[in-house]
Nanobody, 122 residues
Framework: QVQLVESGGGLVQAGGSLRLSCAAS????????MGWFRQAPGRERERVAV???????YYADSAKGRFILSRDNAKSTVYLQMNSLKPEDTAVYYC????????????????WGQGTQVTVSS
């Protein structure tokens, strides 16, 4: 059974930083594409960043230059370092796992975490 457990969310002032972690179990982590999506109230779900099994990363325009996605295969964990946070980054952030990059990039993955709330105050 695949489990994705997010941590690291919280309340931060604009301009601050947070690091989200996602610990995965029940899968061959090194062969999976991992990603973060987010959803704010009243808004559509948005892909934030994705990392493939070769550690190649893909970022949404809103995340480029501010967020860094990395993975530690030995710990079956992915990290999303979020810097220069803005109020518009406020959302629930979900960790996602998929064997397929196209499936991940289109948000059709089967494995999702429960989400962690990130709130950025102005």
């Amino acid at each position: 059974q695949v489990q994705l457990v997010e941590s690291g969310g919280g309340l931060v002032q604009a301009g601050g930083s947070l690091r989200l972690s996602c610990a995965a179990s029940g899968l061959t982590f090194g062969s999976y594409v991992m990603g973060w999506f987010r959803q704010a109230p009243g808004r559509e779900r948005e892909r934030v960043a994705v990392i493939n099994s070769n550690a190649i990363t893909y970022y949404a325009d809103s995340a480029k230059g501010r967020f860094i996605l990395s993975r530690d295969n030995a710990k079956s964990t992915v990290y999303l370092q979020m810097n220069s946070l803005k109020p518009e980054d406020t959302a629930v952030y979900y960790c996602v796992a998929d064997r397929s990059l196209p499936s991940m990039l289109t948000g059709r993955s089967n494995y999702w975490g429960q989400g962690t709330q990130v709130t950025v105050s102005s």
